[in-house]
């Protein structure tokens, strides 16, 4: 029995995101938050993973590949993942080399049995002695504090690097949930394409990330001021970038207004995932949402004015949850110190039998 509790002491959480890997250690808290992304080298060695690995991006030399073992919220690289998660796990139980934790892993809800068999079989491979995948919106519901599992509906709309998860939950289960592939990486995407068509300037991920972070925006909203009189917002960036036709380097000045019309299609994408999944909520839940209105979890729901936007086109209170950037992670960390209590909410896959996990 001793070694049972020792051993769970170290069980963790993991925020499996296509953007960020979140670790969370029982008793520890959050130990880890580093890109997911990995470098390989010719022979397919793994040379640097996270943080120190996205500072490659668009800089290695020949020999060196700097990648993101998931796309779209699965895995996309079995092998990159796989040693992408052997080496957080490390790093997230220092000391404890022989040590095989649990492990709770989120997961899109619209992913196929074959990628939550990928996800499952990477964490394994890794060092998990036991595997348990949670589907995000729910692990997002649980870390924005809403009540899943009492008979009323609440609804989440968690916006990932690769997909946005919106669900109705009720009673410790997803009523209706869609997922789209629509996320903040679709954002990026978007920039990145606008600014080489608009201004024939090609530019990186980590230069369209900074532009989406200072100027987009979902929909349009006063520029205030501050106590300075200055106005309390860049409405303007310069982006250093390379000429699409020339091929020299060049620096380009882009507006807010042509950031918001870049954005405006994946935002619209994620509006109607909204729309649609509304539409599917029984009309006995659909009260609850009216007063009780939806939560924005993830990155994207800090893309300012997206709360308005949804506010004025669903007719229903939006809220951005506190800390939605750890949401899921927060709610993941829930269900390893809770696991007796809310184990109801996950689906297991331990190493004896070898069977396709179902949520």
């Known amino acids: 029995m001793a070694s049972s509790t020792s051993s769970a002491t170290y069980d963790i959480g993991i925020d499996l995101g296509t953007a960020n890997t979140l ?24 040379v640097a993973v ?18 993101r073992p998931l796309k779209e919220g699965v895995i996309a690289d079995f092998d990159a993942a796989e040693q992408m998660l052997r080496a957080l796990m490390k790093k997230a139980l220092p000391g404890r080399r022989f040590s095989r934790p649990r492990v709770v892993i989120c997961v899109p809800s619209g992913i196929t049995g074959v990628e939550r068999r990928a996800v499952v079989d990477s964490a394994r491979a890794a060092g998990a002695r036991e595997v348990h995948l949670i589907e995000e919106p729910m692990a997002a519901a649980i870390g924005a504090g809403l009540p899943v599992d009492e008979p009323v509906g609440c609804m989440v709309v968690d916006i990932g690097g690769g997909t946005t998860e919106v669900a109705v939950v009720s009673m410790g289960g997803l009523v209706t949930a869609r997922s789209v592939r629509v996320a903040g990486d679709a954002l990026d995407a978007a920039v990145t394409s606008y600014v080489k068509k608009k201004h024939a300037l090609d530019i990186g991920e980590r230069t369209a990330e900074d532009i989406k972070i200072a100027l987009g925006s979902a929909i349009w909203t006063p520029v205030g001021v501050d106590e300075d009189g200055e106005p309390d917002r860049r409405t303007t960036y310069v982006v250093r970038g390379r000429d699409h036709v020339a091929g020299l380097p060049r ?55 997206l709360d308005l936007r949804l506010r004025q086109e669903m007719g229903v209170p939006v809220r951005i949850a506190d800390d939605p950037l750890d949401c899921v992670v927060n709610g993941t960390a829930k269900c390893v110190d ?4 809310l184990h109801g909410l996950l689906t297991g896959a331990k190493e004896q039998p070898r069977r396709t996990v179902r949520l």
């Open 23 to 46: 670790v969370y250690a029982r008793g520890k808290g959050v130990v880890l938050n580093e890109p997911s992304v990995v470098a390989v080298n010719a022979s397919g060695e793994v």
């Open 50 to 67: 996270g943080l120190e690995a996205k500072r490659t991006i668009g800089r290695t030399p020949s020999g060196i590949t700097a990648m």
């Open 251 to 305: 620096l380009q000045e882009i507006t807010e207004e042509e950031i918001r019309e870049a954005l405006a299609e994946p935002v619209e994408a994620i509006v109607r995932a909204v729309h649609h999944t509304l539409d599917d909520c029984p009309p006995e839940l659909s009260g609850d949402i009216i007063e009780r209105g939806i939560a924005l979890t993830g990155g994207g729901a800090l893309l300012r004015g």
């Open 338 to 341: 809770e696991f007796a209590t």
